[in-house]
């Protein structure tokens, strides 16, 4: 019996992950699109003039940049916490 709890717990636990992980990617791309809209809009072109796979590529190449900018601020908030917490000897 108890082993079951404990499987239905690490399931429970895996799917949690695989959803936020799905809504993280999710939002990525989201902000990749419109951020890839803003630009083509800007310099004047039409979105549906740009051939899927430059637009594909356009939008994989921003989701990488999202994803760096949001690891790296994630570490300089994880830096600053503990510089605080050090400072502060929390």
Not at 5 to 11: M, Y
Not at 44 to 71: C, F, H, P, T, W
């Amino acid at each position: 019996m108890d082993s079951s709890i404990l499987s239905s717990a690490i399931e429970a636990i895996k799917n949690t992950k695989d959803k936020v992980v799905d809504s993280y990617d999710g939002h990525i791309r989201e902000k990749a699109i419109e951020d890839v809209n803003e630009k083509i809009r800007e310099k004047g072109l039409d979105i549906s003039s740009i051939a899927q796979d430059d637009y594909e590529a356009m939008v994989s190449d921003l989701s990488k940049d999202i994803r760096e900018n949001y690891a790296q601020k994630a570490t300089q908030g994880l830096l600053a916490f503990v510089g605080l917490d050090l400072l502060f000897g929390w």
